[in-house]
């Protein structure tokens, strides 16, 4: 590690509006899209945004990230929040800082494949509503997923930045497939696909220091494009993930504004500020604004979410992800899957299985739906296979995976178990190797003509394709059709008080 | 910063018996002393450091810290626990890993300079009891302050760790007082003491990377002596500020166990841990055994005090540190003072004072006691002062620093401040410049004597002699004299679920 070089001291300046650095990191601000939803299940309104917006817009932030992810989804279902409304709205606000968006690649703001023709009009309408750079992800890190929304961010004029997820079989980067030549090789293929920006997208807080040392250094002698780092605090490695990434020449860090940070979000901005002051890395952002922003989101906002943080333990870091190289959320949820079926007994052989199905099934990335995919599967096989006979209970998501609905594996699929998974699996026995949605018939018609004129324009539309269900019962409540329930009215300062009242005199 | 030399990668290994790396990084862990007294109020209990003491005894820390700091006040005066009793009940259980304890010099564990005899008979008994490492610190860096208990632990044949508080009075490391020098000065002062290791001792999480780098760099050059860093997460900056260090050739790192982490307390050991495998560093720590402790840690111990974390704030992290190079707890103890005092408007006015009687003060180090001397005449100087005439209300701790009771200011004192708070001082108008202790009579004796016959042995004197008034309620509720309230008792279990339960129904 003797080639630190990018970082070098300068002249030490404290002012506000001390002169730029040579080549200041940039930096994005996940608060308002992945700092919500990392830490208050997605519940961040729009309302709760305005008071800071103009205060974060003069920040010098490369990008607010304000929408997409989970977003669209709990805006319509639990907020009784028009999605499109908040870009639009918060546009209003931040009159000079870019925003950017988390999407799924095919899967767009949803938890599937959606065919072309409706993720053509998903990404038009995002542009024209007021999106400017489309952070794009696919599971399989299968970049044919990437395809059709790429077209359409290129038509609209916009910044696609293309992600390569972050996942590893070793509990650090290396072996046979996650190793160095693993990313360098995807980085290459985004470029050549025209990304404005690559994106090391690591989900899980799994990157460590030296790793991302070495694989920052290895991308920027290999592609010319922006390098930007996403890297969860989970396990408590990113601060020093940051810094070692900014040594290794790294542009674009992805930080949240203090209250947002931390626990399974993002590292803060403000102890990186201070850090890189005096050096030719220097943000040039002011201390005392953003501790102007916090006071403002502690005081107003925090109440109102404060009940949804995660208190189960006292430890904000999990480091299980440091144990078993998988998502802090995904053993949780397995675990308590276990205790569900009263088979909490058998969470040991759940860890020695996991990596076996995963092996199996393509030694895929682990993250929102995989992570899920791989996880069930292994819980079904330690409660129902024995010695005679494995995969004895096979998930539908399985047998789409199997099939190449969700794209191509990192590694070929254990060709046994995929066999068994498509024995008469309804589209066909055989795996496609095509393109997945390039099997998908167009569905933006068809989901126009069931909605009809409860749809008011093709925003309500696409809302309506994406989320048939949920989004037809917010456009009713959207246009007084039916009244919105009280578990999607906000919760006021009020009822923070009650509340807290009622918790005194216990 | 080019010469990040001291970590190079070797070859990844992930057994838990992996070799040993060429030069480990020593790890201190904190979590039975700074850790709960940063985190619970020093409410920890030796009956809740038990389950995991076996464990911690494997992991192969340097050292354990365990006593001293705030721990035998609380634990005498609101947990009805002998402290010294401590020290041997965890020392059954930890057969190999040395012991740790915070002395604060002069100030023993207390609040105030006590005589000589008295520190004497303490240092002893602490080393009888067994105590390993005498790690030492005195508010004002002033070292005549150390030459008595380090007359003391060199005679019991102990360890003696040496701190150089680390303060500031610039947002970085540097300016007139607290430079570079300043601290290369005081590690060979130190080391000419005799010092066994030297401690940074970063209370309020001031010292950022590079310049951590830069010390560490600067110290390995300049003495021999190993260097120990304890830089507290509170910032936000420390587990950055550990790893630069470590790129500088540090020694020794503070962390603690997760449960105990972060917030105002330290930086979690397993992601170093992590961070460090594949090097020339690597703590050879195997963090299977580390997660099975914490598991033991979230399980049994973290239900009992959970209640006394600070929950009045999302933000894990306290940026007033990096706006003002202050103690965490300081600025919130003035604005609770301002708010008492119906003067919260005032809070502009403490900022900009407070600065101003530092340095009139002679620049001292903000730490404990020093943090609340400066804190509270800051409050009286923007509260009666008035344009005729500053310090118009002179607090008596303000007159004993003038008189040099505390020990010698970084710089002098500002000799109309100090000529106005001696006027009519009681021990005389004109200050000392001898060893503080010098001036006091000895008063073990004397001690002995008051308590008599309540006090069987040396312990319970010398526990009398440094806190009479509690000490003597303690030594009747130990001799069954009086019946303790129950208030002192321990929170069980049981209480915790009748808590949640009333919690629950509000
Ligand atoms: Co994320
Ligand atoms: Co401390």
Redesign the interface.
Known sequence: ?????Q???TE?N?DADRPAAENPVKIMDLSLRDGHQS?FATRGRTEDMIPVAELMDEVGFWAVETWGGATFDTMHRFLNEDPWERIRTLKRYFKKTPFSMLLRAQNLVGYRNYADDLAEAFVERAAENGMDIFRTFDALNDYRNFETVVKGIKKAGKHFQGCICYTMT???L?GDVYNLDYFINKAKDLESMGADSICIKDMAGLI???DAYNLIKALKENVKAPIHLHSHFT???S??S???AI?AGVDIIDTCM??Y???TSH??I??L???L???NRDTGFN??K??EI?EIF?KEI?PK??HL?D?S?????D??V??HQTPGGMLSNLVNQLREMDALDKIGEVYKELPRVRRDLGQIPLVTPTSQIVGIQTVNNVLFDDENERYKMITGQVKDLCYGLYGKTAVPINADVQKKALKGYARGEEPITCRPAEVLEPELEKAKEEIGDLAKDIDDQVLYAIYPVTGKKFLKWKYGVETPPKEVLPRTMEDVKK?DE??K??
């Open positions: 590690m003797s080639e630190h070089t970082v070098k001291m030490m404290y830490l070793e509990p650090r290396g460590a220091p030296y396990s408590g490695m601060p020093m940051h810094l070692k040594e203090t209250p940070a931390y626990r590292a803060a403000e102890p500020v201070m850090t002051i005096g050096t201390i005392r953003l501790a916090n502690e925090m979410y404060k943080l208190d333990k006292v430890s904000i870091i480091i299980n440091l144990l509340d009622l918790v005199k216990a």
